[in-house]
């Protein structure tokens, strides 16, 4: 990234400084993450786009593997990005209707992009920070996936002001409301536990993957969870 070592950097304090500027001169998902962030919009998560085809296999195949491929089901993808998301999931239920909802508006921009060449008319991006417009126990599953986090806590012993523990219950307690009975939740590199949440108490865990250790854990008083594993992925509404 510089020509001065990156321990050099932290030693000094400069390293999160230094790398920021960098990325902010030469990525403009990132520029328009910075733009967003400094808005202060609402329910804002995780800024910066962090995403690629196909990253969860083992989720998406026990999702498939567990709903199979109606015609009538309905799959949320929350925090889509720029669309990878939504196009992999197409190909493990090339029949159902497969939505996006993303905070940035460049994300959903370039999502409206791949879907108009697509020509896919179950494919339906939307702009937002929640899942409050959407009308009750209408999705067969909703995937968040490396979401409801920031990467400037990494380092950080409270979460608070990037993110609360409030905002993460709220979030996921409305993804409950527009979960069918039966269907499923996937949550993965999330920077609070669905257990700690007071919805959690209307799921079962049904999937469990090793622990991510890059991705800190927060409480409920949006302190640093320290020695803590947490493995919990998937889950169904009862």
Do not use: W
């Amino acid at each position: 990234m510089l020509a001065v070592p990156k321990a050099a950097l932290r030693a000094l304090g400069l390293y999160r400084p230094a790398r920021a500027i960098y990325r902010f001169a030469v990525d403009p998902r990132y520029r328009a993450g910075v733009r967003l962030q400094r808005q202060h919009p609402k329910n804002l998560f995780q800024p910066f786009p962090n995403t690629g085809a196909d990253r969860y296999p083992a989720i998406f195949r026990f999702a498939r593997e567990t709903l199979g491929d109606g015609a009538a089901l309905r799959l949320l993808s929350f925090g889509c990005s720029t669309g990878e998301e939504v196009f992999s999931l197409r190909r493990y239920f090339p029949r159902g209707f497969v939505k996006g909802i993303d905070i940035n508006p460049r994300n959903i921009a370039l999502c409206e992009q791949r879907r108009a060449a697509s020509g896919d008319p179950n494919i339906v991006f939307a702009q937002g920070d929640s899942t409050a417009d959407e009308p009750a126990a209408t999705y067969d599953a909703i995937f968040c996936m490396a979401v409801l986090r920031h990467e400037f806590v990494a380092e950080e012993e409270s979460c608070d002001p990037y993110l609360t523990f409030a905002d993460f219950e709220r979030t996921v307690g409305d993804f409950g409301r527009c979960l069918k009975p039966g269907g499923l939740l996937a949550l993965r590199h999330c920077n609070f536990r669905f257990a700690d949440a007071a919805v959690s108490a209307a799921f079962e865990c049904v999937m469990r993957l090793p622990f991510d250790p890059p991705t800190p854990l927060f409480g409920r008083d949006n302190r640093r969870l320290r020695g803590v594993s947490y493995n919990e992925a998937m889950f169904r509404k009862r």
